[in-house]
């Protein structure tokens, strides 16, 4: 298709887009998506074309209004060590108790240094290491 009919099929609806902008989250989600598609269109076809820049400052437009509006939460680590943490937990459980299972089933016993200093200074064994 050439770069004019492209335009001429599509025109309406960039021009509905761009003047009446959706308050609807969904319908601006969908107006968004055939923006993304027409730019990948034009991009693919028409890389130094008008159009290109045209849509493409388009869709930047409406992807701007949809997440300029998202509200953050105040307090998000608050929210993950009070919610998110227990509840992956509470799901997981058995999985990590399988695991700290077989942890300490393979894991020597005694948990001591591996190599021991003698005690024939007279010093205590903690004080040789510093000395």
């Not at 227990?86 to 300490?104: C, D, E």
Request: net charge positive; proline share 5%; charged share 25%.
């Amino acid at each position: 298709m050439r770069e004019a009919l492209f335009i001429k099929k599509n025109k309406d609806r960039w021009l509905r887009i761009q003047h009446t902008p959706s308050a609807d989250p969904d319908e601006m989600a969908s107006d968004f998506t055939q923006l993304v598609n027409d730019l990948a269109y034009a991009k693919t076809f028409y890389p130094a074309g008008k159009v290109t820049h045209y849509i493409n400052a388009q869709a930047s437009k409406v992807f701007l209004d949809i997440y300029r509006n998202k509200k953050e939460e105040s307090n998000r680590i608050v929210h993950f060590w009070k919610y998110d943490l227990p509840l992956t937990i509470r799901k997981h459980h058995r999985v990590a108790l399988f695991s700290f299972t077989i942890f300490l089933i393979f894991s020597p016993s005694d948990f001591s240094p591996p190599c021991r200093m003698r005690k024939s200074s007279g010093v205590s064994w903690g004080m040789a290491m510093w000395i």
